[in-house]
């Protein structure tokens, strides 16, 4: 090979290599430049979202529960949403209004069925620290059958567990040995 085919095929070889990257760059040099990418926002902090529901406290005279909007914690689904709203539920009542749960007295867990049944066990401090008496028995479960029927539509009724177990009631007047549905009667007047 002489000197002039080398140099010929070497500029054949830099054409060609100029050619393929000319068809490769020219569509993505023909389109308008991206838009610049906006920082990502900042993930929504869940403990900041919130929903309004209904939490039931005993009312001034002690002869009926009251009805009270508060912001509760959104959780991803019913479970989680149920939880939320019974750990509002065992926060210190607003005054002048009193907490129907016995003090000192925990969420261990909640379960929903697919048929609506929600299961919530609790602390043995619901039995142990209740201060006895049917009305104030009354209050004590409904207070909590309430807050999650009246504000979770997938949850249709409540039974209350006591360290994981079944029980037959909390003070002795009030059969807790099967789910209970709703009971607005006991709450003065619509809910605030």
Partial sequence: MTARTLALASVLAAGATFAAA???????????PAAPVPPAAPAEDVEARKITAHLFFVAEDGLRLVSIERDVVFGEDTVEQARRILEAQLEPAPP?????IPPGTTLRRVFVTDRGEAFVDVSAEVRSAHPGGSLNELFT???IVNALTANLPAVTAVQILIDGKEVDSLAGHLD???PLQQNDRLVAGPPQ
């Fill in 176 to 178: 807790l040995r099967r």
């Fill in 22 to 32: 000319y068809v490769v760059l020219l569509p993505r040099l023909s389109e308008p």
């Fill in 141 to 143: 479960t409904y207070t």
């Fill in 96 to 100: 002048p209004y009193a907490s129907a």
